[in-house]
């Protein structure tokens, strides 16, 4: 596509519920890479992927969260037994790879109540 | 622990003036260094990237890195009203694409 497509774009679930966010880059991009930023934060790295593969999962907080990319093209981001303070807006970015800016989506806004 | 620090703001100047906005990282080894600039409600969205020492400029926008004292600023000129948005920097350390950010600096162009 034109451009990184995120859905669903908000998202409010009850405390315990899983949840899925999914993530379409932009077509050919080899990198992607899900963020999330908290009201008035900065982004915080939860995980990257080079093709289909995760060579860095560092930033995910909590073994609730996991994430999958097939095909070398769509991602899904699943928290399991949300809580409150997994609520965000959850973003999703592209790249060609290398060292080479990305390209972020519209992001999904989970609210956890 | 990677850092990168900025200064939160409010950072307000008026309308024709010079934004300068800074950025200081921790690890020296870092590499290459973007600007994004991010409006209220939206994504951010690349605005400028530097690799090399000195300056780097693009139309209103002139990206400056010292490695040796671990800063990368920004500056706009001529800022307008739409200029007022919070930018963040970014820091790559690895091979991998992976960037840290910083919290953001807001601007507020004043008319």
């Known amino acids: 596509g034109a451009g990184v497509s995120q859905s669903p774009s908000n998202k409010v679930t009850e405390k315990g519920k899983d949840v899925e966010l999914r993530c379409d880059p932009i077509s050919g991009h080899t990198a992607l890479y899900w963020y999330r930023q908290s009201l008035g934060q900065g982004l915080e790295f939860l995980i990257y992927?080079?093709?289909?593969?995760?060579?860095?999962k560092s930033g995910l907080p909590s073994d609730r969260f996991s994430a999958e990319r097939t095909g070398g093209s769509v991602s899904t981001l699943t928290i399991q037994r949300t809580q409150q303070e997994d609520s965000a807006v959850y973003l999703c970015?592209?790249?060609?790879?290398?060292?080479?800016?990305?390209?972020f989506g519209s992001g999904t806004r989970l609210t956890v109540v | 622990q990677k850092e990168v620090e900025q200064n939160s703001g409010p950072l307000s100047v008026p309308e024709g003036a010079i934004a300068s906005l800074n950025c200081t990282y921790s690890d020296r080894g870092s590499q290459s260094f973007f600007w994004y600039r991010q409006y209220s409600g939206k994504s951010p969205e690349l605005i400028m990237f530097i690799y090399s020492n000195g300056d780097k400029e693009d139309g209103r926008f002139t990206a400056q890195l010292n490695k040796a004292s671990q800063y990368v600023s920004l500056l706009i000129r001529d800022s307008q009203p739409s200029d007022s948005a919070t930018y963040l920097c970014?820091?790559?350390?690895?091979?991998?694409?992976?960037?840290?950010f910083g919290s953001g600096t807001k601007l507020n162009v004043k008319p």
């Open positions: 970015a592209s790249s060609l790879g290398g060292t080479t800016g990305y390209t």
């Open positions: 970014a820091v790559n350390t690895d091979n991998f694409n992976k960037f840290y």
């Open positions: 992927f080079q093709g289909n593969s995760a060579p860095d």
